[in-house]
């Protein structure tokens, strides 16, 4: 019912700055808690970012605390992370997630999310 599209990837120098974008199509896109994972090469998916269905909660893992920003603009219909001081750790295939019918009440596991988008590849030189 949720199709998600990632946009905004590419290459960044460390220290510098992107944004993500996840567009949303669906009936009930203000109903689903969203969130942001990430996988690097040879590395299990990794939790980044989510937020509560108005935006107004949020949740960051510790790696990127204080550098990334979720946020979310339900009348567009999108999502967004904005990172900020990006380091080569950074650099992963970022995925956006939609909740689905069932929720645990933790954003942090990827199982409770069950709509994805095909990811959009964000890479830090150094």
């Known amino acids: 019912q949720v199709q998600l599209v990632e946009s905004g990837g590419g290459l960044v120098q460390t220290g510098g700055s992107l944004r993500l974008s996840c567009e949303a199509s669906?009936?009930?896109?203000?109903?689903?808690?969203m969130a942001w994972f990430r996988q690097a090469p040879g590395k299990e998916r990794e939790f980044v970012a989510a937020?509560?269905?108005?935006?107004?909660?949020?949740y960051y893992a510790d790696s990127v605390k204080g550098r990334f920003t979720i946020s979310r603009d339900n009348a567009k219909n999108t999502v967004y992370l904005q990172m900020n001081s990006l380091k080569p750790e950074d650099t992963a295939v970022y995925y956006c997630a939609a909740q689905g019918e069932y929720w645990s009440g933790s954003y942090y596991d990827a199982w409770n999310y069950a709509y994805w988008g095909q990811g959009t590849q964000v890479t830090v030189s150094s």
């Open positions: 669906g009936r009930t896109f203000s109903s689903n808690r």
């Open positions: 937020c509560s269905r108005s935006g107004g909660i949020t």
